[in-house]
């Protein structure tokens, strides 16, 4: 009789085990590899166009110079470049301000209905840019609403010239970038104790001092993303300040602009175009720091 052989068992094979620096790799790589291909590689290539030549007849002569990282300090495009910086500055302060005191009051408000404000605060982005731009274009010429609304309450003089000024710039700019400061205010004046507020005038201290002194200081980082935000959006902004500047204020957007389509320089826009984004850089990259740096007096803070 035929004895019975034992099966024979393969060994089992350890099922693996990804580590999560490896997951978070994984996971990070579709987004890595779309700003990589959309956002890193166009950057290179406009930073290597910068050290290139005009042609005689437009095009590009590959030639290495630098003459056109040179050209920008020229007093005629640093002028530009101070006026962007000016108007973009302005347009900050008065959102910083506008931005700050609206995200106080829906923080403020009852917590059921600070969805809906919220909601209101954002609904201009629902719509395109350059709509909301056309807007106030309706808003402000000579015939617009705003001259029709003077004349119903008894204005009979010269229709006042809104339109095509710096004012006009400055106020699109801060219409159209207004939500940012808005959110980016909200988020740490909601996760504000209120104890803090209410300690503060047990002590007694009042409103303003208690603004001044415990809600200011803690929501410092808020303001400063919504300050960037607004900054860097605005002073390389080129079609702002096409419509309702009427081309008669040039910034930087619009600089770069002419050169690519109007004067086919495309190496001096290039080189302009890579000192706006180290600008931009510069700004976003002191912001993060200053932010991580808050973050981590507040844990410090918090373990002491």
Same mark, same amino acid.
């Given at each position: 009789?035929?004895?019975?052989l ?15 620096n ?7 790589? /579709?987004? @890595? &590899?779309? +700003?990589?291909? #959309? ?5 290179? !290539? =406009?930073?290597?166009l ?26 005629l ?37 600070? /969805?809906? @404000? &919220?909601? +209101?605060?954002? #609904? ?5 840019? !350059? =709509? ?37 710039v ?13 959110l ?18 047990? &002590? ?36 702002t ?26 190496p ?21 720091i ?15």
């Open positions: 009789m035929r004895g019975h034992a099966p024979h068992r393969f060994p089992e094979k350890t099922p693996r085990v990804q580590s999560p490896t997951r978070s790799t994984l996971l990070m790589a /579709p987004a @890595l &590899l779309w +700003l990589t291909a #959309l956002m890193v590689v166009p950057c290179g !290539l =406009i930073f290597a910068g050290f290139f030549r005009r042609g005689l007849y437009g095009g590009i002569e590959y030639t290495f110079t630098l003459e056109n990282f040179a050209l920008i300090v020229d007093p495009y640093a002028g530009i470049f101070l006026t962007s910086a000016r108007i973009a500055g302005l347009a900050t302060l008065i959102a910083v301000i506008i931005g700050y005191a609206a995200a106080y009051a829906i923080a403020a408000a009852p917590r059921h209905r600070q /969805p809906l @404000l &919220l909601f +209101l605060a954002v #609904l201009p982005f629902w719509s395109n840019y !350059l =709509i909301r731009t056309y807007a106030w274009i309706v808003l402000l010429n000579r015939e617009g609403l705003i001259t029709q609304g003077l004349r119903m309450l008894g204005y009979e003089g010269e229709p006042p010239s809104m339109l095509y000024t710096e004012g006009a400055i106020t699109g700019l801060v219409y159209n970038y207004l939500p940012f400061v808005i980016a205010c909200y988020a740490p004046l909601a996760r504000l104790n209120p104890e803090l507020a209410e300690a503060s005038r047990d &002590l007694g201290a009042s409103a303003f001092t208690t603004f001044r002194r415990v809600i200011l200081p803690m929501t410092v980082p808020g303001i400063a993303a919504g300050a960037v935000f607004v900054f860097v959006l605005s002073i390389g902004n080129f079609i300040p096409a419509l309702l500047g009427g081309g008669r204020f040039q910034m930087m957007g619009n600089l770069i602009y002419a050169q690519f389509l109007t004067a086919n320089d495309w001096f826009g290039a080189a302009i175009s890579m000192v706006l984004i180290a600008i931009m850089m510069g700004l976003l990259t002191l912001q993060a200053a932010a991580e740096k808050g973050a981590g007096e507040k844990r410090e803070g918090a373990d002491g």
